[in-house]
């Protein structure tokens, strides 16, 4: 892997592709495993996890199903901190097992919001998992049962992850520092 260079920043190598299909597929048996003999709804978060939850889902081993809702809270590198629903779910959750799937956990601040949205909603339960989490950068506590990689406050960009919709092409995954 080289770095690369997207609009004005420089993005060093990070995660290969190969680390994040080992991370895959730990998860998903971890949740055929922890969700045996239910039926889950998976929520993708569009746009940055939509290679994450495409490759997720061909490892979960149960009948499950998956959905797709469109939020954003960023602008360039930086969390603008105002949240635009753009896409909704179209059918009931009551009384279902929701698993939110997040490219990345940052602020937590979306996150928050879908995971009370989603409770008001009458669900049985509502977990999360998310190929990366930025731990010391969260600002809402909100838990996440299943991560791929702790990593640190760093931008992020490949595997469905952009910087100004760009870069979500890439297999791998790059970092630049803020």
């Known amino acids: 892997m080289i770095s690369i260079k997207v609009h004005d920043k420089t993005f060093r190598p990070f ?13 998903g048996l971890e949740l055929s495993r922890d969700y045996a003999g239910k039926r889950p709804l998976f929520i993708a978060i569009l746009n940055g996890s939509f290679m994450f939850a495409a490759d997720l889902i061909k490892q979960i081993v149960l009948p499950c199903r998956i959905s797709f809702v469109k939020v954003s809270s ?21 009384n279902q097992d929701i698993i939110i799937v997040e490219d990345i956990i940052d602020s937590g601040l979306t996150l928050q919001r879908i995971v ?8 049985k339960s509502v977990e999360v998992v998310a190929l990366l989490r930025k731990q010391t950068a969260r600002e809402k506590p909100v838990e996440v049962k299943y991560v791929g990689f702790e990593i640190e406050n ?25």
């Open 116 to 123: 009370e949205e989603l409770k008001s909603l009458g669900t």
């Open 15 to 27: 995660l290969t592709v190969q680390q994040i299909d080992e991370q895959i597929k730990r998860l």
């Open 154 to 178: 760093e931008f992020v960009l490949g595997y469905g992850l952009d910087y100004d919709g760009f870069g979500r092409n890439k297999q791998d995954i790059y970092q630049t520092t803020l």
């Open 74 to 94: 960023y602008s360039g590198t930086a969390s603008s901190g105002q949240l635009k629903t753009l896409i909704g779910l179209e059918e009931s959750l009551f």
